[in-house]
């Protein structure tokens, strides 16, 4: 168990519809990072949060947005959903925003997208 | 941007024995990351082992080990004595040390099988 959690396990809904996932960070980590990875693909960088504020972003789509609040847990908004959206989408936290940080994964959501 | 690639889709070893997961990465950056991550059934990401490209010794962890070449921008993961608990896909991923973030590029992952 990484410390890192995130809700819900599971996600099933339609295309057009708003969704949004939840990640709680390792306590005391003020970096939270959001990936995606689809069917048999690696792991894709979507967006980073450090103490609330964005610090970096990668293949984010616009119709996806995120926002880390202050009590640092994160919420990532997928919208429009198509169902090439459907993934497994990844949390990770690490104590601050060095390159030296280990990364802590969540154990991940998985959006059905049909 | 930095690529990582993963050759080997999926790969097999006999229980005990050792097997070599190849990648190799492309980046312009003279300092940075090196990391192998293992996936389980249940999905969760694990640091099996991490190298930073300013060390030129080879990262071990137990029965993990890498095979670092910083001018063939290869990085490859040897497991030693293989267990049924290593089956699982490993992904290889590259991060930078840019202070503008220090999200991972990762490879497509090798599907790891272990044969009792």
């Known amino acids: 168990d990484s410390g890192v959690t995130q809700t819900p396990k599971h996600l099933i809904t339609a295309t057009g519809q708003r969704v949004t996932l939840r990640c709680s960070p390792r306590s005391g980590d003020l970096s939270v990072y959001w990936y995606q990875q689809s069917l048999d693909q690696g792991l894709q960088f979507l967006i980073q949060?450090?103490?609330?504020?964005?610090?970096a972003k990668g293949n984010i789509l616009e119709r996806f947005s995120a926002q880390q609040f202050p009590d640092l847990h994160s919420e990532l908004n997928l919208s429009s959903l198509e169902l090439g959206d459907s993934a497994l989408y990844f949390c990770?936290?690490?104590?601050?925003?060095?390159?030296?940080?280990?990364?802590?994964f969540g154990p991940g959501t998985r959006l059905t997208v049909l | 941007a930095q690529t990582v690639t993963q050759s080997q889709p999926e790969m097999s070893v006999q229980e005990a024995e050792t097997v070599t997961l190849s990648c190799t990465y492309d980046?312009?950056?003279?300092?940075?990351?090196l990391f192998w991550y293992k996936q389980p059934p249940s999905r969760q990401m694990i640091l099996v082992i991490r190298q930073e490209a300013y060390k030129q010794q080879n990262a071990t962890e137990n029965r993990f080990s890498v095979n670092f070449q910083k001018a063939a921008k290869s990085f490859s993961l040897k497991i030693s004595d293989s267990q049924l608990g290593d089956a699982a896909m490993y992904f290889c991923a590259y991060r930078s040390t840019a202070p503008t973030g220090n999200q991972f590029y990762f490879g497509t992952g090798t599907s790891l099988t272990v044969i009792p």
């Open positions: 980046t312009s950056e003279s300092d940075y990351y």
């Open positions: 949060y450090y103490n609330g504020e964005e610090r």
């Open positions: 990770a936290s690490s104590e601050r925003t060095s390159s030296t940080d280990t990364q802590y």
